[in-house]
Nanobody, 121 residues
Framework: QVQLVESGGGLVQAGGSLRLSCTAS????????MAWYRQAPGKQRELVAH???????DYADSVKGRFNISGDNAKKMVHMQMNSLKPEDTAVYYC???????????????WGQGTQVTVSS
C-alpha cells in the first residue's frame, strides 16, 4: 500500500517562507505526476502546483512567482518552497501522486493526509 506523508507546515507571518515536503512509502513502480493542493475553510480543494515526470511544472495564478515545486521520482519525494506568504495562503495543504504500483495496474491517485499552513497578518 502506498502512503504519502507531508511535513513542513506551520505558522508563519505574512511575507515569510515555508517548505513543504511529501514522501511516499510502499511500492511505487512509476510516478506520472506529483502535485500540491490546498483547501481553505469553507472552500473547495484547489490545485496549487503540479510537476510532471520530466520536470514540466504548472502553478495556480495566485502563487506564480512565489511558490516553487520540485520533485524527485527516484526518491518518491516532492517539495514546495513557499515564499512571500500571504494570509490568503492559509489552508491545509495536500500532496498527490498519480502513480502505479506495478506495470500490470493502471495509474491512480494517492493522497497525503494534509499539513496545516497558517499565515498571520
Amino acid at each position: 500500500q502506498v502512503q504519502l506523508v507531508e511535513s513542513g507546515g506551520g505558522l508563519v507571518q505574512a511575507g515569510g517562507s515555508l517548505r513543504l515536503s511529501c514522501t511516499a512509502s510502499g511500492i511505487v513502480y512509476t510516478i506520472a505526476t506529483m502535485a500540491w493542493y490546498r483547501q481553505a475553510p469553507g472552500k473547495q480543494r484547489e490545485l496549487v502546483a503540479h510537476i510532471a515526470n520530466g520536470g514540466v511544472t504548472d502553478y495556480a495564478d495566485s502563487v506564480k512567482g512565489r511558490f516553487n515545486i520540485s520533485g524527485d521520482n527516484a526518491k518518491k519525494m516532492v517539495h514546495m518552497q513557499m515564499n512571500s506568504l500571504k494570509p490568503e495562503d492559509t489552508a491545509v495543504y495536500y500532496c498527490k501522486f498519480v502513480a502505479r504500483t506495478s506495470v500490470f495496474v493502471t495509474y491512480r491517485d494517492f493522497w497525503g493526509q494534509g499539513t496545516q499552513v497558517t499565515v498571520s497578518s
